[in-house]
């Protein structure tokens, strides 16, 4: 098993991985992504948003997409994984706990003080998995988003 940072050759690797995810968590027409937009937002100078292929006898059989944030009751940067996808396979290899623990890895070797996510609370394979590395869910928190139309509106 072999996770690198992901280059822009990888583009259209991780286009695929993405369109995997949505059609997984049941969302098969929200991916508006392009192979050009993540070329262009991944794989920039100063980019704000890193990728990670997870490889498996030669094959990318997975990425992680992730970013810093920031805590200020820590006063530590912290990690957030924003996307992370094992192809059907591929699944119960390890490459989830792998990509996982390079992020650890990552976070540790940036000084950061958290390392987040969020996950369906369906998707009882994640949930099994995340559970089995230590992680705590966080259930006094509820995720709330602005995007679309919504975000345009509010912000005029």
């Known amino acids: 098993m072999i996770i690198r940072p992901a280059v822009i050759s990888d583009a259209a690797t991780i286009l695929g991985f993405i369109t995997d995810l949505a059609i997984y968590e049941k969302e098969p027409n929200a991916v508006h992504n392009t192979v050009e937009i993540i070329e262009n937002t991944l794989f920039i100078d100063n980019a704000k948003a890193h990728a ?5 006898e030669g094959e990318a059989i997975g990425f992680a997409v992730y970013f810093f944030n920031y805590s200020t ?11 992370l996808y094992v192809s059907p396979k591929k699944r119960g290899v390890g ?13 540790l070797e940036n000084n950061c003080g958290r390392f987040e996510w969020s996950v369906l609370n369906w998707n ?23 995007t679309g139309e919504a975000l345009v509106n509010f912000a005029k």
């Open 95 to 107: 490459a989830g706990k792998a990509l996982m623990k390079h992020l650890a890895k990552l976070a």
């Open 73 to 83: 009751w820590l006063g530590q940067h912290g990690i957030y994984l924003e996307d």
């Open 52 to 56: 990670l292929i997870c490889e498996h």
């Open 124 to 146: 009882q394979s994640a949930i099994d998995m995340y559970d089995s590395i230590g992680a705590k869910p966080q259930s006094e928190w509820t995720s709330y988003r602005l």
